[in-house]
């Protein structure tokens, strides 16, 4: 098993970034900012806009990432990069004797997933899925107040996102990104977090096209039953043929409602309602980073184990299989609370 807390005898572990998108210099910014980390080189997907990443950042420039994660001077890798890559990156990472950090979602396909699990308990190395989402404002404020509505029986989760024209670009390809709601991991696994294990998935999609692999709409329906007798509602959509964008969160129980529009939160109850302060959204990929840094020189715990990401990407999986299948798909596995 993966020791923490023997992972790293120095003072500075060097990095290797695969990535030179927005998330990958957040990424580059917090670790230039912290001491215990030395990024010693970066990998993207074309040399010229690499090679300009490097520059800003202080680092060197590599054609391709065989080349980054083969290294021998480097000891971590982080993935930032196009979904349908993560797999691959992660196993020839993992097989280097390296420690990975990957952006949600590990893998676009489940079996891959598991696989890399398996793969970095073998190989006794850190494997951290990236989970922003739980470390934000708005799900801090979901965690403190919950109990306040009573017995759950409703939740309603939409992100809705029109853009005209739509971008051509790796977010908009069904291979690239993947099924809508494993590309956008994290719209379950705020549930999975918040309310548990999932006892159904029933779920509709469809995409309008302009070309073989990529769409100019997305538009994905999915209904969530949980153990508990809760039912969810998840909205995701993106793209031209959508008219009003949308990112709210609602909680209903017996005794209240939560309701969270955009920035803005509020708790309902008798007709009365109280305005709930929602934390920023700012700095969330630093404090990742330097919860990762604390855990690999510290063996301090983080907020969010890869069995815990693999669970929600086995719901998504089960709304793939209803969206292709027209059929409710029953998830039998248990969500581990290591």
């Not at 572990?13 to 990024?39: F, I, M, N, P």
Request: with cysteine; aromatic share 10%; charged share 20%.
């Amino acid at each position: 098993m993966y020791n923490a807390k023997a992972a790293l005898g120095k003072a500075i572990v060097r990095v290797g970034l695969v990535g030179t998108g927005y998330a990958a210099k957040l990424r580059a910014e917090a670790l230039l900012q912290d001491e215990r980390s030395d990024l010693v080189a970066v990998a993207g997907n074309t040399l010229e806009r690499t090679q300009t990443f490097a520059k800003d950042y202080q680092t060197e420039a590599i054609a391709l990432w065989q080349n980054l994660v083969a290294r021998e001077d480097i000891e971590l890798v982080i993935i930032s990069t196009i979904n349908s890559e993560h797999g691959a990156i992660a196993r020839a990472a993992l097989l280097a004797g390296k420690h990975v950090v990957v952006e949600y979602p590990l893998a676009v396909e489940l079996a891959e997933a598991e696989e890399l699990l398996a793969l970095a308990k073998a190989q006794k190395k850190l494997l951290h899925v990236e989970h922003i989402e739980l470390l934000g404002g708005l799900h801090q404020a979901l965690k403190q107040n919950i109990e306040k509505v009573g017995h759950l029986f409703y939740v309603r989760y939409s992100t809705v996102n029109p853009q005209n024209p739509a971008p051509r670009k790796w977010t908009y390809n069904h291979t690239l990104f993947g099924f809508p709601l494993i590309g956008a991991l994290s719209r379950l696994h705020r549930l999975t977090d918040l309310f548990g294990e999932v006892f159904s998935v029933n779920c509709h999609q469809r995409f309008w096209e302009t070309e073989s692999d990529y769409y100019q709409t997305c538009f994905c329906m999915t209904q969530i039953c949980f153990h508990s007798g809760l039912l969810a509602q998840v909205v995701y959509g993106k793209g031209e043929t959508l008219w009003q964008y949308e990112r709210k969160f609602e909680v209903h129980g017996e005794r209240g409602g939560l309701i969270f529009d955009g920035d803005t939160g509020f708790f309902i109850q008798g007709g009365e309602t109280t305005p709930i302060e929602v934390g920023t959204r700012r700095g969330l990929f630093a404090k990742d980073t330097t919860m990762v840094l604390n855990h690999l020189f510290h063996g301090t715990p983080l907020y969010v184990t890869p069995e815990q990401s693999l669970y929600t990407l086995k719901v998504a999986d089960a709304a793939k299989k209803a969206a292709e299948s027209g059929f409710t798909i029953f998830v039998t596995d248990k969500l581990s609370t290591k």
